[in-house]
């Protein structure tokens, strides 16, 4: 059965989080990581700088081959860099267990993970690549994927309570009856990490329900 773990790491353990050195207000949300034989390539937003300064950031990191701009969104940056495979962290400890990033949200005080794996072993294998290679993480959660009313379309807990939160408080009406700042609120969590559940979630009930494969 597919199991998700949730864990936090320090800013700097997280390659990407060496953009906090130089621009210490920024938000980094990791979109999707892309294993290949000798190269990582994550696609992750940024917030909080301008385009030019989060590139040249990136750029300066000694495990980055190639950074470039993919999309912009108003203030966010969709950014697509090739990071070198040897390069000791997370990012290499995600492709080596073959783990799915659910979320992955970090500032300079630190990254929260939430992850995918096809079952205990996978996230067996990433724990040992933490402590084997002393990249410090704390498990906050391990829990199973559970369907919703037996449909077979997936959600992670935490996607669907933020999911079941913002359609109870009128998020979702038109007009909206409360913003996504009131729904992060009442789950105790930032409207980044909520602003990502909801997309996420969104992604599986429609690739379960629309999309047909």
């Given at each position: 059965?597919?199991?998700?773990?949730?864990?936090?790491?320090?800013a700097?353990?997280?390659?990407?989080?060496?953009?906090?050195?130089?621009?210490?207000?920024?938000?980094?949300?990791?979109?999707?990581?892309?294993?290949?034989?000798?190269?990582?390539?994550?696609?992750?937003?940024?917030?909080?700088?301008?385009?030019?300064?989060?590139?040249?950031?990136?750029?300066?990191?000694?495990?980055?081959?190639?950074?470039?701009?993919?999309?912009?969104?108003?203030?966010?940056?969709?950014?697509?860099?090739?990071?070198?495979?040897?390069?000791?962290?997370?990012?290499?400890?995600?492709?080596?267990?073959?783990?799915?990033?659910?979320?992955?949200?970090?500032?300079?005080?630190?990254?929260?993970?939430?992850?995918?794996g096809?079952?205990?072993?996978?996230?067996?294998?990433?724990?040992?690549?933490?402590?084997?290679?002393?990249?410090?993480?704390?498990?906050?959660?391990?829990?199973?994927?559970?369907?919703?009313?037996?449909?077979?379309?997936?959600?992670t807990?935490?996607?669907?309570?933020?999911?079941?939160?913002?359609?109870?408080?009128?998020?979702?009406?038109?007009?909206?009856?409360?913003?996504?700042?009131?729904?992060?609120?009442?789950?105790?969590?930032?409207?980044?990490?909520?602003?990502?559940?909801?997309?996420?979630?969104?992604?599986?009930?429609?690739?379960?329900?629309?999309?047909?494969?």
């Amino acid at each position: 059965m597919a199991t998700v773990m949730e864990f936090t790491s320090p800013a700097a353990e997280f390659p990407l989080g060496s953009v906090f050195e130089t621009l210490p207000g920024v938000t980094v949300e990791l979109e999707r990581l892309i294993p290949h034989e000798t190269l990582i390539i994550p696609y992750f937003w940024v917030r909080g700088a301008e385009a030019e300064d989060i590139e040249a950031a990136f750029a300066a990191h000694a495990g980055v081959r190639d950074i470039r701009l993919i999309d912009s969104v108003e203030d966010e940056y969709l950014l697509r860099a090739a990071w070198d495979r040897e390069y000791v962290g997370i990012l290499n400890a995600l492709a080596e267990a073959r783990l799915v990033v659910l979320t992955g949200v970090g500032t300079r005080d630190g990254w929260r993970f939430e992850v995918r794996g096809e079952g205990r072993d996978d996230i067996g294998e990433f724990r040992e690549y933490c402590q084997q290679n002393h990249i410090q993480i704390e498990i906050t959660a391990v829990h199973a994927l559970l369907p919703i009313q037996d449909e077979g379309y997936q959600l992670t807990d935490t996607q669907r309570e933020a999911l079941v939160a913002a359609y109870e408080r009128g998020y979702f009406n038109s007009p909206r009856e409360a913003s996504l700042e009131d729904v992060a609120g009442d789950l105790g969590i930032t409207q980044q990490s909520l602003s990502s559940r909801l997309r996420r979630g969104h992604r599986r009930l429609i690739a379960a329900t629309i999309v047909q494969e």
